[in-house]
């Protein structure tokens, strides 16, 4: 079993950042691929970020790319989603998800655990 716990959310200003931070815990995070996704009121959870196990392979969704950026530390079972120039439309609660495979998942069925989410409000 791997527990996954995120924070870092808040609220802050359009045009504002945010680091969101991931922990989970076992033996097996250095060797399951990670991601970040998000769901917004009334919509559906969608995929923001993904990491292979090793984090030298990412991938992000067209509408972060080049302001959101996903790291990870298997030292520390830690994964890191650094958002930069956050929108309104970009409020949603944020999840952190764990992968029982070492390769990126595109899919929210492929991720096994999942955290409890940490709320991002973004304001005008």
């Known amino acids: 079993q791997v527990n996954v716990v995120s924070s870092g959310g808040g609220m802050v200003q359009a045009g504002g950042s945010l680091r969101l931070s991931c922990v989970a815990s076992?033996?097996?995070?250095?060797?399951?691929?990670m991601g970040w996704f998000r769901q917004a009121p009334g919509k559906e959870r969608e995929l923001v970020a993904i990491?292979?196990?090793?984090?030298?392979?990412?991938y992000y969704a067209d509408s972060v790319k080049g302001r959101f950026t996903i790291s990870r530390d298997n030292a520390k079972n830690t994964v890191l989603l650094q958002m930069n120039s956050l929108n309104p439309e970009e409020t949603a609660v944020y999840y952190c998800?764990?992968?029982?495979?070492?390769?990126?998942?595109?899919?929210?069925?492929?991720?096994?655990?999942w955290g409890q989410g940490t709320q991002v409000t973004v304001s005008s």
């Open positions: 076992g033996r097996t995070f250095a060797s399951s691929a």
């Open positions: 998800a764990a992968r029982k495979a070492p390769t990126m998942g595109y899919y929210l069925y492929q991720y096994d655990y």
């Open positions: 990491i292979n196990s090793s984090g030298g392979s990412t």
